[in-house]
């Protein structure tokens, strides 16, 4: 068997993986991003593309600040990507919409957000409550049973199979070797050195990254680390394309730079299944159809569900091996949000052997302690 | 470019395409009557704006989207041709109806 060295190998080629393994190349780094396949259960090709920061944050303070740190990098790293590879991937942060259809839902609402902003160390940012004649002004179609939204200046969105290439193709371009069909059941580790072996090939490096999504579960623990991650369903309706009428996403509606209109954000806790289910999707496009009208006349092109990746808190696991020291793993279920802070704020980390203070909140000790009690 | 073949059944449906007066064959699908009429290219696409015209004929490619009787984004391979059927070019995205909105 073929034996390869490298500075870090990248186990996982999706998002997380991709803006990880393109972070570390920035910096001068040898880096093997080994890669499932087109086989895997890609949360990256099904997700729906915002860039969220409204009310994330409940429970982890600092998980509010991360994802804000990754809003305010954003600009950056879609340029990055644009000057790499000349992929435009269609970042507006123009501020974002959360909508409610009822006053029980808009005051539940307020609540959360409150409590959210509320807690100790949390990073605040102002949002702001808007009856159905603010959110005319925003958007003159919204229809006539809409309730209200809060609304902050934060929120955003991109074309995520856009990012997905841009990420690979600047990973490629400054020198990264990326391996498809190279899925991995087995990491070794032997003083200070890991082995990952894929495709019949040994990768061999001082350093490695867990980025394999839902795998993770199996494969952190060889490198002694647990890993709680589950898969959480989401289904997406996509309508066909029209003239631009959107001009701010929602939390589960948006229009993308392309005209096509996308329900989303259902959770389901469904296993390992992708398929779709029609009173879901029914109750997605009954209420966008709330939401504006119009949409009653526009058909349905495509549906599609995805699997989250998700925690047991929901909160995403950035951690070194205690037992490993050179093994990180990164997982989340934004990997759109965060794509920003993954590549120019977690990679450097990766690089320098230490996630330092700022990204300590993030590992799974958080779940030993709730056990312990 | 593309002809009929003799054996096409002879009883003929007028229609306007882009308002011009045309003339089909019973049976014909839109994308037919559009080809036979010459018009190989029927819409422009909503992201680059570049000519598309009917491709796969069996509505799968959705390349042939045109305006059938006011309804955008029909796709003329699917459709069978109709007497007066108004036919026209879909340009780029179809707008979202705000009359809908009422």
């Known amino acids: 068997m073929k034996t390869e060295e490298f500075d870090v190998t990248v186990i996982g080629g999706g998002l997380v993986g991709g803006a990880v393994a393109y972070g570390l190349v920035r910096l001068g780094k040898r880096v093997v991003m080994l890669d499932e396949g087109d086989v895997a259960l890609r949360a990256t090709r099904g997700n729906f593309g915002l860039v969220w920061v409204q009310g994330k944050g409940l429970g982890l303070a600092e998980y509010g600040g991360w994802t804000q740190l990754s809003a305010r990098r954003w600009p950056a790293l879609a340029e990055a990507l644009r000057g790499e590879t000349g992929v435009d991937v269609s970042l507006e942060q123009p501020g974002g919409l959360h909508i409610c259809l009822s006053e029980r839902e808009l005051e539940q609402r307020i609540a959360t957000l409150d409590r959210m902003l509320e807690q100790p160390g949390f990073e605040r940012y102002p949002y702001e409550t808007l009856d159905r004649a603010g959110i005319a002004r925003y958007f003159p179609e919204i229809g006539p049973t809409v309730v209200g939204a809060t609304r902050t200046t934060l929120d955003g969105h991109v074309n995520p199979l856009r990012l997905f290439r841009a990420l690979h193709a600047a990973f490629v371009a400054r020198g990264g070797s990326y391996r498809p069909n190279s899925p991995v059941a087995k990491v070794e580790h032997a003083a200070g050195v890991f082995t990952a072996t894929g495709a019949d090939v040994r990768h061999v490096s001082p350093q490695l990254v867990l980025a394999a999504g839902l795998g993770n579960a199996a494969l952190a623990p060889q490198l002694g680390l647990t890993v709680p991650v589950r898969p959480q369903r989401g289904q997406i309706i996509a309508l066909e394309r029209v003239r631009r009428f959107m001009h701010y996403p929602m939390g589960a509606l948006r229009q993308t730079d392309e005209g096509t209109v996308l329900i989303g954000d259902s959770q389901e806790e469904a296993g390992f299944d992708t398929t779709v289910g029609t009173p879901i999707l029914a109750t997605m496009a009954e209420r966008a159809e709330r939401i504006f009208p119009l949409l009653r006349d526009v058909r349905v092109t495509r549906t599609w569900a995805a699997l989250r990746v998700m925690s047991k808190d929901g909160f995403p696991i950035y951690e070194q091996s205690p037992s490993a020291p050179g093994a990180f793993v990164a997982t989340c279920h934004s990997g759109v949000t965060l794509a920003a802070a993954h590549a120019l704020e977690l990679a450097p980390r990766i690089a320098a052997g230490s996630l330092g203070d700022r990204l300590s909140a993030f590992s799974t000790e958080r779940f030993h302690v709730s056990k312990a009690a | ?102």
């Open chain 2, 1 to 102: 470019m593309f002809r009929r073949l003799p054996e096409a059944g002879a009883a003929t449906v007028p229609l306007t395409i882009d308002g011009s007066a045309a003339l089909a064959r019973a049976g014909d699908s839109v994308a037919a009557a559009l080809i036979a009429a010459g018009r190989v290219d029927c819409r422009t696409t909503p992201v680059s704006g570049k000519p598309r015209g009917p491709y796969c004929m069996m509505g799968v490619c959705f390349d042939c989207l045109v305006e059938i009787d006011g309804r955008p984004n029909q796709q003329a391979c699917m459709v069978e041709v109709q007497p007066g059927m108004q036919v026209a070019r879909q340009e780029g995205p179809r707008a979202v109806d705000a009359s809908a909105a009422q």
